[in-house]
DNA sequence: TCCGATTTGTTCGTATGTATG
DNA sequence: GCATACATACGAACAAATCGG
């Protein structure tokens, strides 16, 4: 329900939570307030009130509004032995995602710690509101896969809001640069060399390459594409590389391969590396519409060894991502943070150090020698 | 400091604490106080406001302004606020599962709700343990998967102690039978009913079937097929029917199936119906290594109309799961149950209903009419 | 010390939306 | 369908406290 009193509640909460108004600070007054968000002073005094009785500000007549000093507020933090772990990834319910997360929950769960799940949606007003979730109720700590890890995050100030207020985060398949977090991660550079190195070594030399790239495993990958052209001496034709958004997945690779294909056939490529799995099942589809044989005509390889990998009558050759190892890899790590924590300083200096997968070739029947050889 | 609206909340207070209101009556109503003290409407509700803050009234939109029942509120105050709901189900990142949590998971999360999520993995000594820490630890209620809700439950007792301690559940997908529980489900009689009926119309009389029965779904979706049957005056072939567990899901079906394609090609069935997706595409890879074509030789039909219909070369006919709306129905109906324990007793009769949803037949490519037709 | 500008506190009026019974 | 009751929102006025000059 998105009244206006709300909005401005939301968004004054918001601005505490990422550190705009500091404890004792004052913050806009009414009329400020009243044009900032163009309400009048009735809403502005009802979303205030909230907050005021909710102890995130406090008001002084003729002085102000002030944002209230909230750090030692916690006198329930040990709610008895709830011990609570947030998962925050991009989606929970599509593709490698569920593996992932019950490689976690499987672990933490059998620690006796509560698990609670969100998924962003891959949209960064999500992502805020469920680190000011975490900033304001009770939890030990965070696993979070970063949304849209490839663009600047606009979300910068609640992690280190995280960090000011002792909570443990642990980012996994992908991290925001400017944080050097704690990450466990696949080496996506390494997989995308894989990928394109075995197509190549089959003989393929007009290789083309479909990469994300709102993510930061996208270029990623595009990098290991281009390095393996480049180690084997073999140029690069620029119209072979396809970038997408996560927004177009469905639409845009789809439309360009069948504009691809369908162009004059000598320059067509013999062979197809895909970011994921997922895409490579979609666009499987065009290569049927187009009575195209998979190896003989056209080779493809997907990426994340995922279980799709096996659901099509071409069996699909990939990389392989540890999926739920890498949940209970990051697991284990976020339960020794939050130890340590309660242990006050020094611990295993292997548990605090990142992890990075190494990735593995699978061959299926997706590949094969290119047809003029 | 007399102001008119300090005037009015003490008068209110004070006919609480007199007793003149007792827990859970109506109080005079917003424009009875106006009269009563002479103010005006919005000095009413800021007097009332105060007294909802403090825990002394709640009101009901629509319905009035009641009196609080503060008779055992004392742990309420600081812990009051983290509000628990626990999700049980058989697994978490298969199938349908992810789709049905987030449903739920949404709507819960948008309601200011803390979600916890279980997966029993199909094993009743797994679903004992999380229920023991429910019943331990502070929720507020839980949505519950059964499992194995074909076989009689060994943990009734512990639903039992959750209706003693007054905590809420609501069982989603199926439910046992003995505890006759408020339930979100499919209608899945119906369901093996569209399915088996769609065969027929298209002319197949020889239909085989395969369905799970360790759970409750299976059974009844085999009641439909036979339901099917007989409707449309045709014989059933009891060899025609195969039934499995879970934990032969991946290996009896799929040499059942082979065995009876190898078989006399006179006795082949022209089409097969099956417990859900997953099983579906598990059950191509058989068909393909036969060289049998989809759907002229043989039509296959699954259930769910998961994701699963739309990655093979063949798009599944499927039968309609609701899947995330049968998550958000169960979250709504949870957090209805959750406020009347709270203003204790009556509440619409309409949310403490069970729901069957109806299920739908999609039509793809999987089915078609048989060969010899 | 007083003034005036600013800021929050109290109070009234009015209107429309939405849930309940 | 209708009356009732609470929810949201705009406008206006004056009071009381604060703060810099």
């Known amino acids: ?169 642990i980012m996994i398949n992908a991290y925001y640069d400017e944080l050097e977090p704690l990450s466990i991660t696949l080496d996506d550079e390494k997989g995308g060399f894989l990928q394109t190195e075995h197509l190549i070594e089959l003989g393929h030399k007009d290789i083309l390459g479909f990469f994300k790239n709102d993510d930061s495993q996208g270029p990623k990958r595009m990098k290991g594409y281009l390095k393996a052209h480049r180690a084997h001496g073999i140029d690069i034709n620029p119209s072979n590389i396809v970038t997408y958004k996560t927004e177009d997945k469905y639409d845009k690779p789809v439309s360009d391969l069948a504009a691809i294909l369908d162009g004059p056939e000598g320059k067509r490529p013999t062979a197809i590396a895909c970011y994921n799995d997922e895409l490579t099942i979609a666009l499987l589809d065009v290569i049927r519409e187009r009575e195209l044989n998979i190896p003989k005509d056209i080779s493809i390889i997907g990426f994340d060894n995922s279980f799709l990998t096996n659901v099509s009558e071409v069996k699909l050759t990939s990389i392989k991502h540890p999926q739920s190892e890498m949940g209970e890899v990051a697991a284990q790590k976020m339960l020794s943070m939050v130890s340590n924590k309660h242990s006050n300083g020094k611990s295993n200096k292997n548990d605090l150090t990142s992890v990075v997968f190494d990735p593995e070739l699978v061959v299926r029947s997706s590949t094969g020698l290119p047809k003029n050889k």
């Open 1 to 169: 329900m998105q009244t206006k009193y709300n909005i401005v509640k939301q968004a004054i909460k918001s601005k505490i939570l990422d550190g705009t108004f500091q404890p004792h600070q004052k913050i806009s007054s009414e009329s400020e307030l009243m044009k900032q968000f163009g309400v009048s002073r009735h809403t502005v005094r009802l979303a205030v009130g909230d907050l005021v009785n909710n102890g995130w500000l406090y008001r002084e007549q003729g002085a102000g509004t002030f944002c209230a000093d909230r750090t030692q507020e916690n006198n329930n933090t040990s709610v008895g032995n709830q011990k609570n772990i947030a998962i925050i990834t991009t989606y929970i319910s599509d593709y490698i995602f569920p593996s992932i997360i019950r490689g976690a929950e499987t672990y933490l769960s059998q620690q006796g710690y509560h698990v609670s799940l969100f998924s962003t949606n891959n949209d960064h007003d999500n992502e805020r509101r469920f680190l000011e979730k975490i900033l304001t109720q009770h939890f030990d700590g965070v696993i979070i896969e970063p949304t849209k890890s490839a663009i600047s995050n606009p979300n910068i100030n609640y992690y280190l809001n995280l960090e000011r207020q002792n909570i443990p985060y």
